[in-house]
Nanobody, 119 residues
Framework: QVQLVESGGGLVQAGGSLRLSCAASGRTVNSYTMGWFRQAPGKERAFVAAITWGGSTTTYADSVKGRFTISRDSAKNTVYLQMNSLKPEDTAVYYC????????????WGQGTQVTVSS
């Protein structure tokens, strides 16, 4: 129904920046919320940020506030995660996800992209 493809991950030194992209295809509606999650080795998947597709409301995890920015380009059906001042603890596989805004659960998930931050 909805396909999500992440890109932009890689290896970066602490203090550096990366921008992740999430391209959406298939069924998309204005009521969808797009989110970013991450999962570090040996840890549970954690919420990072979210943005409404039809609106401009954004939400961030406390751990990334002031460093990460989520944005969208409706014409390209793409959501971005700008990551600045990266720390080694940001190292994880980052996943793009989508859900109907009024629902709690994210229904669609991408394959993930690896972000590694070295000291």
């Amino acid at each position: 129904q909805v396909q999500l493809v992440e890109s932009g991950g890689g290896l970066v030194q602490a203090g550096g920046s990366l921008r992740l992209s999430c391209a959406a295809s298939g069924r998309t509606v204005n009521s969808y919320t797009m989110g970013w999650f991450r999962q570090a080795p040996g840890k549970e998947r954690a919420f990072v940020a979210a943005i409404t597709w039809g609106g401009s409301t954004t939400t961030y995890a406390d751990s990334v506030k002031g460093r990460f920015t989520i944005s969208r380009d409706s014409a390209k059906n793409t959501v971005y995660l700008q990551m600045n001042s990266l720390k080694p603890e940001d190292t994880a596989v980052y996943y793009c996800a989508a859900k109907i805004t009024i629902l709690r659960e994210y229904r669609y998930w991408g394959q993930g992209t690896q972000v590694t931050v070295s000291s």
